[in-house]
C-alpha cells in the first residue's frame, strides 16, 4: 500500500467538531466501584462514601483518567466500538493504537453527574513506518458535566497502521487455518490466587516537603492476567479484541498475544499521581506516550520524579516524569504530570484554569 492516504475528504475532516453526545446514564456509585476494583485503585474516594464525604471533595469521586464509560456500543470486525470511535475514512481497516494523550483536569468528577463530550479534529497526516504507511489522528476531546462545566480536556494521538491483505480483510465462513504462536499461559496457576493490593494510609504530603529529585512512592500491579484486561474492559465498555481475543491478535493484528490496554497503563501512572498529590493535592496536568506492549503475565511498575518545583498563584506545583517498566526490563509508556499541593493550613480550589 502506497501513496498519499490523506484525502481531499480525509483533509476536509481537520478543524471539524463531532456532535455533542451524552452518556446514556450519570456516572453510577456502581460503576465508581467497578472502576476501582478493575485497576485495584484503594483511593477511598472512590470506594468509601464516609471517607469521601468528610474530605474536601463533599461526595464520592470518579477516577479522573475514567470519567466515560462505553454503554453498549455496536459489535464491529475490530471490537465494541471501535470502528466508530474516529470517523476519519481510511483506504484500509487498522485498529487505532493509543499513541498518547495530553489531559487537563478542571474539576472534580462527581458520582451523580453526567457526562457529556465531543472531539475536534486537530490534525491528520502521514507517515512511513517499519511495516508499512500509518495515519495519525489528533483530537481534542472535551468533557463536560449536566451544567456545562468543563470537567476535563485531553489531547489524543491515535495511529492507524495498514495491514497486508491477509491481516488486514475480514474472513468469513467457517475456521480459517493458521499458524498461532504459542504463548506462555498467564498466571495463575492451578494453585495459586493472586491477591488484590491492600491500601495503606499515608500522610498527606505539603509542597514545603517537596523538592528536586523526590521519588513517588511506586505503584506494582500484576502479574497481569486476562482477567485483569477483561475486568478493565467490562469496568469501561471498551471490547477491543486485541486485548482479549488470541487468534485475532495473532492472525488479524500480526501481535505476539493479547496486550494490556493503552488506557489500564494510563489508570496505572495515573494512580501514581493522585496518590502522590493525597486527598488534599490536585492532579492538574498528565501527559503520557506509549513506547511497548505489555502482556499477560508482565509484573507493571509505575515510578516517578519530582523535576521541577513552582509557584502559580500562590499554589505550589510539582512537575514529574513518570515511567512504567515491566518485568522483562521493558519501560512501555513514559510521561510527565502536574501535581497541585496545599501549604500547611492552606486548601487548594476545587476549580482550575486550562494551562496553555
Not at 469521586?61 to 471501535?82: E, H, N, R, S, V
Not at 506494582?220 to 475486568?231: E, F
Request: with cysteine; proline share 10%; net charge negative.
Amino acid at each position: 500500500m502506497t501513496g498519499n492516504l490523506i484525502t481531499e475528504d480525509v483533509r476536509a475532516l481537520i478543524g471539524s467538531d463531532t456532535p455533542p453526545e451524552r452518556n446514556r446514564f450519570p456516572i453510577s456509585e456502581e460503576m465508581v466501584y467497578d472502576l476501582a476494583d478493575a485497576t485495584e485503585d484503594p483511593n477511598p474516594l472512590y470506594i468509601d462514601r464516609a471517607v469521601a464525604d468528610a474530605s474536601r471533595f463533599g461526595a464520592l469521586l470518579c477516577p479522573p483518567l475514567a470519567t466515560w464509560k462505553d454503554i453498549a456500543p455496536p459489535i464491529g470486525y475490530f471490537g465494541a466500538g471501535q470502528e466508530s470511535h474516529f470517523e476519519v475514512p481510511l483506504p484500509f481497516n487498522s485498529y487505532g493504537l493509543n499513541g498518547g494523550s495530553d489531559w487537563q483536569f478542571l474539576r472534580p468528577p462527581y458520582v451523580g453527574q453526567w457526562i457529556t463530550r465531543q472531539f475536534r479534529i486537530l490534525d491528520i497526516y502521514q507517515k512511513q513506518g517499519r511495516s508499512g504507511p500509518l495515519v495519525f489522528v489528533e483530537r481534542q476531546e472535551t468533557q463536560t458535566n449536566q451544567d456545562g462545566d468543563i470537567i476535563l480536556q485531553a489531547r489524543r494521538l491515535s495511529i492507524h497502521r495498514g495491514l497486508n491483505q491477509d491481516a488486514d480483510t475480514p474472513q468469513s465462513g467457517p475456521t480459517v487455518a493458521h499458524d498461532l504462536q504459542t504463548v506462555p499461559l498467564s498466571p495463575p496457576g492451578p494453585d495459586e490466587h493472586v491477591p488484590p493490593p491492600q491500601p495503606s494510609a499515608r500522610p498527606q504530603l505539603y509542597f514545603e516537603d517537596v523538592a528536586d529529585g523526590m521519588t513517588l512512592p511506586p505503584v506494582i500491579k500484576g502479574p497481569l492476567t486476562t482477567t485483569h484486561l477483561v475486568r478493565w474492559a467490562a469496568a469501561n465498555g471498551n471490547y477491543a479484541r486485541i486485548h482479549w481475543d488470541l487468534p485475532f491478535a495473532q492472525t488479524r493484528q500480526g501481535l505476539e498475544n493479547v496486550v494490556v490496554n493503552g488506557s489500564l497503563k494510563n489508570q496505572y501512572l495515573g494512580q501514581l499521581l493522585v496518590d502522590f498529590a493525597g486527598p488534599g493535592g490536585w492532579l492538574r496536568r498528565f501527559y503520557v506516550q506509549h513506547r511497548g506492549m505489555d502482556y499477560p503475565g508482565d509484573l507493571l511498575t509505575a515510578t516517578g520524579a519530582v523535576t521541577g518545583i513552582r509557584e502559580v498563584d500562590g499554589i505550589g506545583h510539582a512537575d514529574c516524569a513518570v515511567i512504567l517498566t515491566n518485568s522483562r526490563g521493558h519501560q512501555t509508556a513514559s510521561g510527565i504530570g502536574t501535581v497541585a499541593l496545599p501549604r500547611r493550613g492552606q486548601q487548594l480550589p476545587l476549580v482550575w484554569r486550562p494551562e496553555e
